[in-house]
C-alpha cells in the first residue's frame, strides 16, 4: 500500500515511481479523491456539530416560550444533508483506497531501467557448465527411468500435474529436508509450519489480492490455497506491533504452494517447471526500515548457498523496474542452469517490499518501552523451490546411460545412495 502522506508532500515522486512501472501519472487522481474525501470528512463533522447545537438552541429557546421553527427548519436540511456527505465520504474513500491498493510498490533508486526481462542485469555466475554430449530435458529422463509420470498425473487432475514414484519421489522429499536443515542450523531461521489455506486479509496483506485472484484457487468455503509460504509466514505480523531489540525476525517453511497459472497458458506445458501445484521453501524476515537493505543481500546469500551445496551452476540478476513483482521495491532472481534447455531458469526469487506489504497488513515496530510506532519492512524470498531443483538436479546429473548422479550433500537422506537408475 503506498503512503498517501508522502504523496500529498510530493506528489512528482509517485508520478516518476509509477513511470519507471510504466504507468501514467497517478497523484492528480489520488489527490482530487484526496480533497473531496477530506472535504466531505470536514463537511460531516460541521453538520454534526451544528446539529448538537441547534439541538440545544432548540432546548433552551422552547424553555423560554420562543418560536423554534427556523431551527427546526434548519434541523431538517443538516437531516438532508448528511446522508449526502456520509455517501460522498464513503464513495471518494471507497474510490481511493481502490486505487492506492491496485497501484504497485514504487521501485528502489538503485534498480535498473527496463519494460521487461530483456533489461535484468546479470550480476554473477557461480559453477562450471557440465559437459553433456545430447542433454535430454527433465520429463524424458524422468519418464524413461520409469519414476516420472505426467499422464497418470493428467488422469488425476489433468494439466500441469506430476507423480513421482520411488526415488524420484524420495529425493523430492530429501531435498525439501536438507534446504530446511541448511536455512534452520546455518542461517538461523525459524521453522514454521503454516496453514494452507488463508482468508482475504492475509492474501490482500502481501499484494496478491485483489489484483491477482485469476492466479490463485479458492475453496467453496471462501478460503484461498496459498500460492506461497510468503503469505501466512509475513501475515503472521498482521495487525500487530513487533519490539524493535526482537528483529531480524526470520522464518522458513516447507509448503506445497497452489497456482492457477492463469497468465502462462502455453508456456512449458511439458515438465515440472510450471505446475498447478508444487514444493517451496520460503525464507520471510521482517526488520526495522534500516535493516532491509543488508537483510536482503544477505538472503540472497542463503537461498545462493543451497545450489553451491548442491553443485549447480547458476547465476545471479538483478530484476529491471519492468520485471519485478507487484509488491517489490527490489529483487533479485536466481536462476540456475538447466543442460536440456540449454538455459538459465528462475528457481528463487528474492524481494525487499519495504514497507509496502506492512501498510497493507498494519505491521508495526517500536523500541521497548516507547510509544512511536515504524511500519516494518519485509522480505521474502525462495530457499528454494523444490521442484524446479529437482529438475535441475536430473538434468544436470544425467548419465550417458540414463542414470542420475545424486549431489553428495543429499545422499545421507538417501541412505548412501549416489545415483537413481531404472526402476526395475
Known amino acids: 500500500m503506498l503512503d498517501l502522506r508522502a504523496i500529498r508532500d510530493d506528489p512528482a515522486a ?16 489520488i489527490l482530487d479523491l484526496d480533497s473531496r474525501r477530506r472535504a466531505a470528512q470536514t463537511l460531516l463533522q460541521e453538520l454534526q456539530q451544528r446539529r448538537n447545537e441547534a439541538s440545544k438552541e432548540i432546548g433552551s429557546a422552547r424553555k423560554a416560550g420562543r418560536d423554534v421553527e427556523s431551527l427546526l427548519a ?6 438532508e444533508r448528511l446522508p449526502q456527505a456520509e455517501d460522498e465520504e464513503r464513495g ?3 474510490e481511493l483506497d481502490q486505487i492506492l491498493a491496485s ?14 526481462e530483456k533489461h535484468n542485469v546479470e550480476l554473477r555466475r557461480i559453477g562450471t557448465l557440465p559437459a553433456i554430449e545430447t542433454p535430454r530435458e527433465h520429463f ?17 487432475s489433468g494439466a500441469r500435474f506430476t507423480v513421482l514414484r520411488g526415488p524420484l519421489a524420495r529425493l523430492e522429499r530429501a531435498l525439501g529436508q ?15 509450519s503454516p496453514p494452507l489455506m488463508v482468508r482475504d486479509a492475509a492474501l490482500f496483506g502481501t499484494g496478491q489480492l485483489p489484483k491477482f485472484a485469476e492466479d490463485l484457487f479458492q475453496t467453496t468455503a471462501g478460503l ?7 503469505v501466512p509466514l509475513t501475515n503472521l505480523a498482521g495487525d500487530r506491533i513487533l519490539d524493535l531489540e526482537d528483529l531480524p525476525l526470520r522464518l522458513t517453511a516447507l509448503t506445497p504452494c497452489f497456482r492457477a497459472e492463469a497468465g502462462a497458458a502455453g508456456r512449458d506445458t511439458r515438465g515440472m517447471i510450471r505446475q498447478h501445484q508444487f514444493w517451496k521453501v520460503e525464507l520471510v524476515s521482517l526488520t526495522s526500515p534500516d ?20 553443485g549447480l551452476p547458476y547465476r545471479t540478476v538483478a530484476l529491471c523496474t519492468g520485471d519485478m513483482g507487484f509488491s517489490s521495491r527490489k529483487t533479485y532472481d536466481i536462476e540456475v542452469w538447466l543442460p536440456g534447455q540449454n538455459t538459465y531458469r528462475e528457481i528463487s526469487s528474492c524481494s525487499n517490499c519495504g514497507d509496502f506489504q506492512a501498510r497493507r497488513m498494519k505491521a508495526r515496530c517500536r523500541p521497548r518501552g516507547t510509544k512511536e510506532t515504524r511500519y516494518l519492512h519485509t522480505l521474502n524470498g525462495s530457499g528454494v523451490a523444490v521442484g524446479r531443483c529437482l529438475v535441475a538436479i536430473i538434468e544436470n546429473g544425467q548419465q550417458p546411460d540414463g542414470s542420475i548422479v545424486i549431489p553428495e550433500v543429499l545422499r545421507p537422506y538417501l541412505g548412501g545412495q549416489e545415483r537413481i537408475t531404472r526402476a526395475v
Open 14 to 29: 509517485l508520478d516518476r515511481a509509477m513511470a519507471r512501472r510504466g504507468l501514467a501519472p497517478q497523484s492528480a487522481r
Open 178 to 192: 536438507f534446504m530446511l536443515d541448511l536455512h534452520t542450523t546455518e542461517h538461523g531461521y525459524t521453522e514454521v
Open 103 to 116: 497501484l504497485p510498490n514504487p521501485p528502489a533508486s538503485d534498480v535498473p531501467e527496463g519494460p521487461d
Open 92 to 94: 471518494a474513500g471507497a
Open 224 to 230: 484461498w490455497l496459498i500460492p506461497t509460504a510468503e
Open 74 to 79: 434548519e434541523m431538517a436540511a443538516i437531516k
Open 140 to 156: 524424458e529422463l524422468g519418464e524413461r527411468l520409469g519414476l516420472m509420470d505426467f499422464s497418470g498425473a493428467a488422469a488425476l
Open 291 to 310: 535493516q532491509s537493505v543488508a537483510e536482503h543481500e544477505r538472503m540472497v546469500g542463503c537461498a545462493e548457498t543451497v545450489l553451491q551445496r548442491l
